[in-house]
């Protein structure tokens, strides 16, 4: 049997960073990264917990950075404290 973590295509690095995040069906919400990756990041809350698997959210830093890219990404998976976010770049 694989180990889970083998299957991942990036690497993770923890980071705890404060982001805002939005999405059809739910109001715009201040929440924390706990890691991030090339791929994707995972994002705490409850909201994005009980959203299904790709489901397009938009997040974006909620640090002081002026003009901060809005990035669309969608839901990868969820556990019971957040959910796995995958960003999707355009081509």
């Known amino acids: 049997m694989t180990d889970y973590l083998e299957q991942r295509r990036h690497k993770r690095l923890p980071l705890r960073t404060n982001v805002f ?3 059809d ?3 715009r919400f201040r929440t924390q990264t ?3 990756s090339d791929g994707g990041l995972f994002v705490e809350g409850q909201t ?3 959203l299904d698997v790709n489901t397009l959210i ?3 830093t909620a640090e002081d950075i002026e003009d901060a890219p809005l990035l669309t990404a969608r839901i990868a ?3 019971r404290y ?3 976010i ?3 770049l355009d081509s």
């Open 34 to 36: 706990m890691d991030f």
């Open 86 to 88: 995958e960003y999707l």
């Open 58 to 60: 938009h997040i974006q």
């Open 21 to 23: 995040v939005e999405g």
């Open 82 to 84: 957040g959910a796995g």
């Open 25 to 27: 069906g739910f109001s």
């Open 48 to 50: 994005l917990a009980k």
């Open 77 to 79: 998976w969820t556990n």
